[in-house]
């Protein structure tokens, strides 16, 4: 059985964060979704796996007092840029969220992006929530979402397939396309990307690939409740409905034990 993990199957992807934000920049649900429990709840507030700061920096302006923790270094670099622009004085950690201790304790701790999927074993899962629980403050939440493993996406296509299309920090026309397979065992599947676009002295690709584990419901509630979390509410999307087996997300809201 393949071996994945973090560093090598999911941070790649992660190294151009001008275009990052370029191509999945814009509004979202669930910023609103995380900005709304952040104003319900009150800071200090903790992102995990906080990116180039698209729901950060929203959260920030609304003066809730903010950290962002990545271990990315492009993604932090570009958030220091974005949040230095607009004068905010967020914090910005270089930090894995597999064993961080800050000495602190957050009455919010959020991760969004579905970024849960990035920790692609059972170890690095543990590992990760251990982390956040050491750091939530009693009555505190722990929030998080991930994709709910529905059948049409735990399939393999190893014919390319459109993605998307964006216009990249050069001015360039970038087609993205796709392939993906799904290694049953572990869980996991593997999006191979390739982006290209013409420049004046000729074609241009970029290939990369990323790894996510999928989580089924049962096996998420047993997770959180066996590292000492309760989970008061579960929604299925961004507008709180139930969880079925239609839902696009699991959306999380946990409580410590």
């Known amino acids: 059985m393949p071996h994945y ?6 941070l790649g992807e992660f190294n151009d964060a001008v275009n990052y934000d370029l191509e999945v920049g814009g509004d979202n649900p669930s910023h ?29 302006l609304q003066g809730i007092p903010l950290t962002g923790l990545d271990i990315a270094p492009a993604m932090l670099a570009q ?6 622009e607009l004068g905010l004085s967020v914090r910005w950690l270089d ?14 701790i959020y991760m969004t992006g579905n970024a849960f999927q ?18 939530l403050a009693e009555g505190g939440v722990w929030a998080f979402e991930t994709r709910n493993p529905l059948w049409e996406d735990l399939t393999t296509d190893l014919n390319e397939t459109e993605w998307m299309t964006y216009t990249n920090d050069q001015g360039f026309s970038v087609r993205i396309t796709e ?13 191979r990307l390739f982006r290209r676009w013409q420049e004046p002295d000729g074609p241009k690709e970029r290939r990369t690939h990323i790894a996510i584990r999928y989580t089924f419901p049962q096996e998420l509630i047993a997770l959180l409740e066996n590292n000492g979390f309760r ?10 409905s139930p969880l079925t087996k239609a839902s696009p997300s699991i959306i999380s ?3 410590l034990a």
């Open 231 to 240: 989970i008061p509410h579960q929604y299925g999307n961004w507008d709180k």
């Open 118 to 135: 990035a920790f692609l074993n059972n170890a690095d899962q543990r590992a990760m929530l251990q982390a956040v629980r050491r750091h």
């Open 32 to 60: 609103h979704f995380y900005a709304a429990l952040a104003k319900e709840i009150g800071g200090p507030v903790l992102e995990v796996g906080c990116g180039s700061g698209l729901v950060a920096i929203p959260l920030a």
């Open 79 to 84: 958030a220091r840029h974005k949040s230095a």
């Open 179 to 191: 392939t993906r397979e799904y290694d049953h065992v572990a869980q996991v599947l593997v999006y």
């Open 253 to 255: 809201i946990c409580a």
């Open 95 to 108: 930090g894995d969220a597999r064993n961080f201790s800050l000495g602190e304790k957050f009455n919010l």
């Open 5 to 10: 993990t973090l560093e090598q199957d999911y």
